[in-house]
């Protein structure tokens, strides 16, 4: 079992940064590849960013690509999303996930989630 902890959401201005944090316990992060996935209003978890094991490979979706940077701290047991130039689109709860064994977009991938955390981007 992982259990997985988001924090550092909050509201910010359009143009602005955040960075958020998901924090897991329970098993060494290191066995997962992690990603990050959000939600907002009325629409369909989509998938944001995901990061391979050790850290080398990352994949990012295209709405996000070039503003958003994910990465790890294995040692820490820690995965991080610096989100820039933040525009009210991206408002939506963001949610970490752990794939035990495939580096994916999909959700269905993903063996457990945090329980998110809310961003706001106001206009």
């Known amino acids: 079992q992982v259990q997985l902890v988001e924090s550092g959401g909050g509201l910010v201005e359009a143009g602005g940064s955040l960075r958020v944090s998901c924090a897991a316990s329970?098993?060494?992060?290191?066995?997962?590849?992690m990603g990050w996935f959000r939600q907002a209003p009325g629409k369909e978890r989509e998938f944001v960013a995901v990061?391979?094991?050790?850290?080398?490979?990352?994949l990012y979706a295209v709405s996000v690509k070039g503003r958003f940077t994910i990465s790890r701290d294995n040692a820490k047991n820690t995965v991080y999303l610096q989100m820039n130039s933040l525009t009210p689109e991206d408002t939506a709860v963001y949610y970490c996930?752990?794939?035990?064994?495939?580096?994916?977009?999909?959700?269905?991938?993903?063996?457990?989630w945090g329980q998110g955390t809310q961003v706001t981007v106001s206009s």
């Open positions: 996930a752990a794939a035990r064994y495939s580096l994916s977009s999909r959700v269905g991938s993903y063996d457990y």
């Open positions: 329970g098993r060494t992060l290191s066995d997962y590849a």
């Open positions: 990061i391979n094991k050790s850290g080398g490979t990352t």
